[in-house]
């Protein structure tokens, strides 16, 4: 088989895997008669078409100059798909051997220890009575977003985020998006890109809104998260190179760890840190109600907490590897990762939901920002967003940004 007729039948295998989860084809913008045409066939059917896929991937011939990034990504993501379908066939894989065989890269190994100096540092900044827990949930509850102002404070935000975005990346001029607030979730905002540059946007209400997270979802979200990530790769790589195998997106795969970490990563990008302070205490404060005069120890907290995101890798380990229970990971978030009880939960939902997914995340940002500043200039910030706009024109899965 060539390179295309792999391509082709990446994609049809993917929309075949999308009729036994609804959730896993994250976005599509192919062909319509190949989705109209997609069947349920028995997953032992799929899982024959996709070893012997992954056998005419491997053997495909060395690749055309130009197109070398473009096979390896496919091989990667030919083979995610053979993990993912003798997943839902009942053949169950350790965390680590689960996220290295979908996302291709493993969270580091961390315990409870390495995160007892974070707490320490953390237990500092918010002295006072009680545990660490309930001592952060107190400090926290006067930077929640009143109900009634999260629409204009969100809208504030994506805004910011979409114009500091359009200085440094071309994107079509009928780009566009729309929000929704949404209900009963397991994760707190959603892109749902629909192709033709537009997305929808669903942020859940389930909890109050922190202020921190106006400018984290309208990021990650939007610009220059999923939003952008998505439009590049439908002008770039869909719609100039035809290349159909960038046409589907499975949430369960390579992909998603350059999209959630770049989406992550980019927050920073879009807002480098004195720029955000500047622009929280001048505009997002206000609009919430919220003192701006608050904003500097805030985010001194926010740094600190940040430093705890992986105890949700270790928590997730123990848990979906039958280490502990149910009432033990939900107690070793609310110690380590400090969520307070129902949010704990919540996210033990999206770990059952998703499982290793969750390393998407935090090592995927720490990877995206390690690739981004070693090949950009130092202390220029064209050159960082140049190096990040290619990254995401032209993806890369964990094992291609090590440079």
């Not at 001029?173 to 009963?184: G, L, P, Q, S, W």
Request: glycine share 4%.
């Amino acid at each position: 088989m060539e390179l295309n007729q792999v391509a082709e039948a990446y994609v049809k295998l993917v929309l075949a895997v999308g009729q036994h989860d609804p959730g896993y084809v994250d976005a599509y913008y192919g062909p319509a008669e190949w989705q109209a045409a997609s069947q349920k066939l028995p997953l032992a059917d799929l899982l024959q078409q996709a070893e012997e896929l992954t056998a005419q991937a491997q053997a495909l011939p060395a690749a055309v100059a130009g197109q070398e990034l473009r096979q390896d990504f496919l091989r990667l993501h030919v083979a995610a798909v053979r993990t993912y379908i003798a997943h839902l066939a009942g053949h169950k894989l350790s965390f680590d051997d689960e996220s290295q065989a979908l996302y291709d890269a493993r969270s580091p190994e961390l315990s409870p220890a390495d995160f007892d100096p974070i707490l320490a540092e953390l237990s500092e900044l918010l002295p006072g009575e009680g545990d660490l827990n309930t001592r952060l949930s107190t400090y926290a509850k006067q930077f929640e977003i009143p109900q009634d102002k999260l629409d204009v404070v969100f809208k504030a935000a994506i805004n910011e985020s979409r114009a500091r975005t359009r200085k440094h990346i071309s994107l079509p001029e009928e780009e566009n998006f729309e929000i929704e607030y949404v209900k009963d979730q397991v994760w707190s905002a959603y892109n749902w890109y629909k192709g033709n540059s537009y997305s929808l946007i669903q942020v859940n209400t389930d909890f109050p809104m922190f202020i921190s997270r106006a400018i984290d979802l309208a990021s990650h979200e939007g610009y220059p998260g999923h939003h952008v990530f998505n439009l590049l790769i439908e002008k770039h790589l869909v719609n100039d190179n035809a290349w159909v195998e960038y046409s589907v997106y499975p949430l369960y795969s390579p992909m998603s760890f350059l999209a959630e970490g770049s989406a992550n990563y980019g927050i920073e990008v879009a807002f480098p840190h004195a720029e955000r302070m500047a622009f929280e205490k001048e505009v997002l404060f206000p609009l919430a109600g919220i003192d701006p005069a608050k904003v500097e120890h805030y985010y001194q907290v926010q740094a600190v907490l940040q430093k705890l995101t992986y105890a949700g890798n270790m928590v997730a380990k123990l848990y979906l590897d039958g280490d502990i229970e149910t009432e033990a990971a939900v107690a070793m978030l609310m110690k380590y990762a400090l969520s307070d009880e129902a949010r704990s939960r919540q996210r033990l939902r999206f770990m059952e939901k998703h499982r290793s997914y969750v390393i998407n995340y935090n090592l995927g940002q720490d990877m995206t920002k390690a690739y981004v500043e070693k090949l950009a200039k130092p202390g220029d910030e064209q050159s960082r967003w140049q190096v990040f706009a290619e990254l995401l024109s032209q993806p890369r899965t964990a094992s291609m940004m090590k440079v």
